[in-house]
């Protein structure tokens, strides 16, 4: 919910024509400030952001754009990559090398969980190892994803802002 309650009331009157309007208005002034348009694209400034205000936490980077399953880099040069679950119960996929399917791709895997308005619930951090025993094929993206199972992420080292 946004903050202030008149502005939810006034969304609700809105058409439906009046309110994808004002969501491509409002994309394009994300856009405009920089500011993450998607939830994946939110959950790794979520994380980034997280690491580098929270102490005993490596200071991370945003990967240069394009670099193939790494979303940051740590100041000793540690990939992560870095993953929402939203609403689904299940990561983004994590597609292997082609020319060697086994390649380590990374060094930690960050799993952000978000909840409906798109705020930090917590951050899951698996290492490789880990990563390689929890992972699952998605036969029809022909890549790799992790589950959003209480039990699968309770394996990982959790990060949960404090407000």
């Known amino acids: 919910m946004l903050a202030d309650p008149d502005v ?26 920089k500011l993450p348009v998607t939830v994946g694209s939110v959950a790794e400034r979520l994380a980034i952001d997280y690491f580098n205000t929270s102490r005993g936490c490596p200071n991370l980077q945003e990967a240069p754009p394009g670099t193939s399953n790494v979303d940051a880099l740590s100041r000793k040069g540690e990939r992560y990559s870095i993953k929402a679950i939203q609403q689904g119960r299940k990561t983004g996929t994590i597609y292997p090398d082609r ?32 990563f390689v025993k929890l992972r699952s094929w998605d036969i029809r993206m022909n890549a790799w994803y992790v589950g959003g199972s209480a039990r699968t992420l309770a ?9």
């Open 155 to 163: 394996q990982a080292r959790v990060y949960t802002p404090s407000d």
């Open 8 to 33: 939810n009331d006034k969304l609700e009157t809105l058409s439906d024509q009046q309110l994808v309007r004002l969501r491509a208005r409002i994309h394009r002034e994300m856009k405009r400030r």
């Open 99 to 130: 020319d060697d399917p086994g390649k380590q791709l990374f060094e930690y895997l960050l799993v952000v969980r978000m909840d409906e308005d798109w705020g930090l619930q917590a951050i899951y951090e698996l290492d490789w190892a880990l």
